[in-house]
């Protein structure tokens, strides 16, 4: 396997840049859960973010349902506009957290290695 460096993970999925003749390749992250794999650049990755969003709202009447946690009901538009994904409402919490976890370390790493550096 090739070589990764590690951006952020959960028990749904994990995030992470490819090696590549021993540099990490920063302009694409990959996203890997439940068996899907996704290759988004940064702009992707927050598209795929209003995605999640979008899905909270457009499913927001089934907020008082029994079965709202195990039935996959609920459609995940990606940044792919070939791929939706149905998910379960913990599914969706799930790659929410990671969706969001990869961009705040992103982001926390851009800041102290780049303008938070004194």
């Known amino acids: 396997m090739a070589d990764i ?3 952020y993970f959960n028990d749904f999925g994990t995030s992470f840049y490819w090696i590549k003749d021993n540099k990490v390749v920063a302009d694409k992250i990959q996203l890997i859960f ?3 794999g996704f290759y988004f650049s940064r702009e992707e990755l927050y598209d795929f973010k209003d995605c999640i969003q979008e899905s909270y709202s457009l499913n927001k009447d089934c907020a008082d349902c029994q079965l ?3 039935c996959q009901q609920f459609l995940l538009k990606t940044p792919c506009s070939q791929i939706d994904l149905a998910m379960t409402m913990e ?3 799930k790659v929410e957290d990671l969706v969001e976890g990869t961009l705040f370390k992103i982001n926390l ?3 102290l290695y780049g303008i938070g550096l004194n």
Do not use: A, G, M, S
């Open 109 to 111: 790493e851009d800041y």
């Open 34 to 36: 439940r068996e899907t």
């Open 91 to 93: 599914e969706l919490n």
């Open 5 to 7: 460096k590690q951006i």
């Open 68 to 70: 709202k946690r195990y």
